[in-house]
């Protein structure tokens, strides 16, 4: 049996509806694993900065940052150690970083009324170790 020529269109039609969702999926599992690594990777520069903000190490900030590695411009803020430490003394660091998307999933997730999506987004990780007497 031969197609009927009303049929030729349908496929093409099929495609342009599917292929902003298939967009979309694509870009976010992309900027997803993307945010996921600079997460792990800005907890990882913050544990270090604590542990040398708790052995009173000069230059926290500096080594915390390079610590980041593949990230620029990650912000640092330390608490450090008192100089007579308690037994519940804390040397605390958090830093923070801006991630921006690479991918146009904002502009994708606009088109089915999605707001915000592509919008940067502020990471934050904090490290906690105790003072070393």
Do not use: H
Request: hydrophobic share 45%; with cysteine; net charge neutral.
């Amino acid at each position: 049996m031969r197609k009927r020529s009303t049929d030729r269109g349908a496929a093409a039609v099929e495609l342009a509806l599917l292929m902003p969702l298939l967009l979309l999926l694509i870009f976010g599992i992309i900027d997803f694993g993307r945010a996921l690594n600079a997460q792990i990777t800005i907890t990882q520069a913050a544990r270090e900065g604590a542990r040398l903000a708790s052995l009173k190490q000069p230059n926290v900030v500096s080594k915390t940052q390079s610590a980041a590695t593949g990230l620029s411009d990650v912000n640092v803020s330390v608490t450090a150690c008192p100089g007579t430490p308690t037994p519940s003394s804390d040397a605390t660091v958090q830093t923070t970083y801006t991630f921006e998307f690479v991918t146009p999933v904002g502009g994708i997730a606009s088109l089915f009324g999605g707001g915000g999506l592509g919008d940067p987004i502020t990471l934050t990780a904090k490290g906690v170790m105790p003072c070393e007497a």
